[in-house]
């Protein structure tokens, strides 16, 4: 129903900021790194997503585009609503989320409150088939040069001799053109890494 709200920050509290457009103020709940981006007084620009449940409605915003498609990709895990997935967004930036799920590292969502091992899994499971490498090294990369599999596996492989996720997924992006296999990958990788 909205895309993004834009207007004059009037207020901020610990979840939320209020936003006034044409003398209405749009009360937008929000991550932290959202939050802590915007200033009382300044304009800003939230896109924006509308929860709408039987007794209530409730406006989430984010500072970026990909920050709401990531917010509504983590939606579609069941058990995961609104609440836990603007706090998968503040604790997590969406490369950080995208590394952790192509690395199958379950613990990285065990830092985030409210979400236990069995909720951490079942949202590394699950967003296998939504997240893609492009999301874990930003847009804006071409990755048709090599296969996506190829690298996960690769990342994955990576994270497994204890680089850390974004350690890994940024070695493999830079030597995306260079193999082919997972296997050829890390070894470019491991390479490029030990310079």
Known sequence: ???????????????????DVGGVGYQIFTDTFSLNSIKTGEKAKLYTYLKV???DMTLYGFLTQEQKTMFE???????????????????????????????NDDKAFTNVPGIGKKTA????????EKVDFEDAVGAGVDMAEFSQD??????????????????AVAAVAAVRGL?????????????????
């Open 1 to 19: 129903m909205y895309a993004y709200i834009a207007g004059e920050v009037v207020q901020k509290a610990a979840a939320y900021a209020v936003i």
């Open 53 to 55: 449940a039987e007794d």
């Open 73 to 103: 990709k983590l939606l579609s895990i069941s058990g995961i609503g609104p609440k836990a997935a603007a706090s998968v967004l503040s604790v997590m930036r969406v490369n950080d989320i995208a590394a952790a799920v192509i690395s």
């Open 121 to 128: 899994q079942r949202l590394v499971l699950e967003l296998k």
């Open 150 to 167: 190829a690298a996960a596996e690769a990342a994955a492989a990576l994270a497994g001799l204890g680089y850390n996720r974004q350690e």
């Open 179 to 195: 193999g082919d296999t997972a296997e050829e990958l890390v070894a470019l990788a491991l390479k490029r890494i030990g310079k």
